[in-house]
């Protein structure tokens, strides 16, 4: 698939802001600055159609972006930066928690993991509480420029180690860097071929 354009939409507060309609929607999250504003652009191929930071906890609402005028790139707010208000903390958790679990347009939630690190008990939490709640999701790792192969080989097979002890099937994963545009036909065929199911339905 190819992207023909990609538009900004609106910024959320909360999930009853969000579009009405029907379109599929393709969510990224991930830890705050682990890439998912980097990896929209270099999807879509538009630069700074997603803002960029240096700064963890950039993104606070819910984005919507339409792509090929026939489904949503959503960009949703990071999760576990500690350097924010209690308030703002609860605030974010109950708008991120709203859209998961309650947003019908939800069609796939991707998991963005930072492939530099080993499993963090936080992504591994927060995987495990989509597995429970049934939300269907798959996971990208990012930055895969920045480690050798052996080392991103290693951290791989350990967060698939981790979840093979309590799953039955892994989650799709893919690996990608915005730098090369590693992944990006691979996410875009994938996206593509559940689009083509949700149309054909």
Known sequence: M???????IISSTNLSACPSGNLPEYAFIGRSNVGKSSLINMLTHVRDLAKT????????????????????????????????????????????????????????LFVLVDSRHEAHDIDLEFIEFLGEKQVPFAIIFTKTDKISQSKLSANLNAYKDVLSKDWEEIPPVFTTSTVKEKGRKELLDYIESINQSVFSI
């Open 2 to 8: 190819e992207i023909t354009s990609a538009t900004f």
């Open 53 to 108: 930071s240096s700064k963890p906890g950039k993104t606070v609402l819910i984005n919507h972006f339409l792509i090929n005028n026939s489904w949503h790139i959503v960009d949703l707010p990071g999760y576990g930066y500690a350097k924010i208000s209690l308030q703002t903390r609860e605030k974010l958790h109950k708008m991120i928690t709203d859209y998961i679990l309650k947003r019908e347009q939800l069609t796939c």
